[in-house]
Nanobody
Framework: QVQLVESGGGLVQAGGSLRLSCAAS????????MGWYRQAPGNEREFVAG????????YYADAVKGRFTVSRDNAKNTVYLQMNSLKPEDTAVYYC?????????????????WGQGTQVTVSS
């Protein structure tokens, strides 16, 4: 069982930056693929970014490529999402996610574990 706790959300003006963090419990963090999803009101939850267990592979949704960067520190059991050049359409609840298999599998079948979410609001 893995528990995920997000932090770092808040209110920011368009063009600004935020850094989300996700702290994970358990000794197996370094074996999990980790990802970020988001859900805006009235929309389905969507994949934003993912990083493989060994940090070699990263994945991004087209909407955030070039603006967001996902990273992880396995020594700290933490995954990050650096969000730059934020737009009002980035407003959503952002969820941290973990999967025991690859990021590709996680995107296809969904994560094994979810965090509780953190609100990001971008004002115009």
């Amino acid at each position: 069982q893995v528990q995920l706790v997000e932090s770092g959300g808040g209110l920011v003006q368009a063009g600004g930056s935020l850094r989300l963090s996700c702290a994970a419990s358990g000794r197996l963090f370094s074996t999990y693929g980790m990802g970020w999803y988001r859900q805006a009101p009235g929309n389905e939850r969507e994949f934003v970014a993912g990083i493989s267990s060994n940090e070699w592979m990263t994945y991004y949704a087209d909407a955030v490529k070039g603006r967001f960067t996902v990273s992880r520190d396995n020594a700290k059991n933490t995954v990050y999402l650096q969000m730059n050049s934020l737009k009002p359409e980035d407003t959503a609840v952002y969820y941290c996610a973990a999967h025991t298999a690859t990021i590709s599998t996680m995107r296809r079948v969904g994560p094994d574990y979810w965090g509780q979410g953190t609100q990001v609001t971008v004002s115009s």
